[in-house]
């Protein structure tokens, strides 16, 4: 990962090594956190952080399905999010929100009331890797979509404890020579990767799972889809079989079709 110069954090810019926090603090120990994995692109108008908005909403709205009340609007995330990415003058990035419990108890129940508050840290920095990946099917299922996982966790938040399974998987996949992991969900349907969505072509239409197979509703998914949709493919969201994954093939069938309203 590359540094940058200034983090912010707790509502003010901060240099790099000077962003620290507590070894008790709660996030730490029991991975009461969640965040976001946004891209910033270097275009001709500038920089442009994609889907700002929708990221930084449902940064709250995963906070808020784990009881943890975050002291900002999305408003002010967003203007923090262009702030951080113009003063440490970067042209394209990988901006990371987290918001976590910090210290203050020292069991998995937070008492609400830490003696300093750790709420929301903003990082930049270069993350994943671009190119090919091959990938395995993995044995550890889905944290949104494993076994007994739609009754004991919350599918639709970005939480950090809930990616343990994801970083097992990525390591026994990276062991057995792969680059990705395809998780599945507890009826042994294709789920998600480690980190992305999955889409197959199958039939002459782009197959990706649906919502009932516990995935999380990613950002980047539905504005493929959209995109996909208004350039005339079929999309479908269903039940992936781990075989489709081998034997998917063919190219695609578009629908030539003008949306109403829509504009070339």
Avoid at 1 to 16: H, K, P, T, V, Y
Avoid at 30 to 39: D, Q, S
Avoid at 118 to 125: F, I, K
Wanted: aromatic share 8%.
């Amino acid at each position: 990962m590359d540094s940058s110069d200034l983090i912010w954090m707790n509502g003010e810019f901060l240099a790099w090594e000077d962003a620290k926090i507590h070894v008790l603090t709660h996030g730490l120990h029991y991975g009461t956190g969640v965040f976001e994995g946004v891209r910033c692109y270097d275009t001709e108008l500038g920089p442009a952080v994609f889907r700002n908005a929708e990221h930084m909403e449902r940064l709250l709205r995963s906070a808020e399905l784990y009881y943890m009340p975050v002291p900002y609007t999305a408003q002010e995330l967003q203007s923090a999010t262009r702030d951080l990415v113009a003063n440490n003058n970067l042209r394209s990035c990988y901006i990371r929100p987290i918001a976590y419990r910090g210290y203050g108890c020292d069991g998995p129940e937070p008492d609400g009331r830490p003696r300093r508050r750790h709420d929301r840290l903003l990082g930049v920095g270069h993350v994943f890797g671009r190119g090919r990946h091959d990938a395995k099917a993995s044995e550890p299922r889905s944290p949104h979509g494993g076994a007994s996982a739609p009754d004991s966790l919350i599918p639709h938040a970005k939480a950090s404890g809930q990616y343990l399974n994801n970083v097992l998987a990525k390591v026994e996949s990276m062991k057995a020579g792969y680059q990705e992991a395809i998780l599945l969900d507890d009826h042994g349907h294709v789920c998600e990767g480690t980190g992305e969505n999955i889409y197959i072509v199958s039939a002459g239409e782009i197959v990706t799972p649906g919502h009932h197979n516990s995935i999380l509703d990613g950002i980047t998914r539905r504005s493929i889809m959209q995109l996909a949709a208004d350039l005339g493919y079929t999309v479908v969201e269903r039940n992936i079989a781990r075989a489709e994954m081998y034997l998917c093939r063919g190219g695609l069938h578009v629908r030539h079709r003008r949306r109403a309203g829509a504009r070339r």
